[in-house]
């Protein structure tokens, strides 16, 4: 069973950083991370592709997130600057069973394995 691992999150004060991780056992997966603030939705904030080739991100999030891959740890990581207190929420790390290795996925029915979530508060 895959088990995608987050970690990183924390509490920052608003124009901070943070870097999450996510671990996934087992071979190298297409990634994405997905948010959740309390009484919304889950929502996509950004996916990678297998070979790390590609990248997608929310249009509101473009330039202040950025996604990547560390092989060597079988990481996905997100970069996440010039944070802002409407970015606090959950955050979930995702991994896609498919064999594409270009190719990303934006939508929750793309990944089969989700992580337990992280919590990243934005103070003001």
């Known amino acids: 069973q895959v088990q995608p691992v987050e970690s990183g999150g924390g509490l920052v004060q608003a124009g901070g950083s943070l870097t999450l991780s996510c671990a996934a056992s087992?071979?190298?997966?297409?990634m994405g991370w997905f948010r959740q603030a309390p009484g919304k939705e889950r929502e996509f904030v950004a996916a990678?592709?297998?070979?790390?080739?590609?990248?997608a991100y929310a249009d509101s999030l473009k330039g202040r997130f950025s996604i990547s891959r560390d092989y060597a740890k079988n990481t996905a990581v997100l970069q996440m600057n010039s944070l802002r207190p409407e970015d606090t929420a959950v955050y979930y790390c995702?991994?896609?069973?498919?064999?594409?290795?270009?190719?990303?996925?934006?939508?929750?029915?793309?990944?089969?394995?989700w992580g337990q979530g992280t919590q990243v508060t934005v103070s003001s």
């Open positions: 995702a991994a896609s069973p498919s064999y594409i290795i270009n190719y990303y996925y934006t939508t929750e029915n793309d990944y089969q394995y």
């Open positions: 087992g071979r190298t997966y297409a």
């Open positions: 990678i592709s297998q070979n790390g080739v590609r990248t």
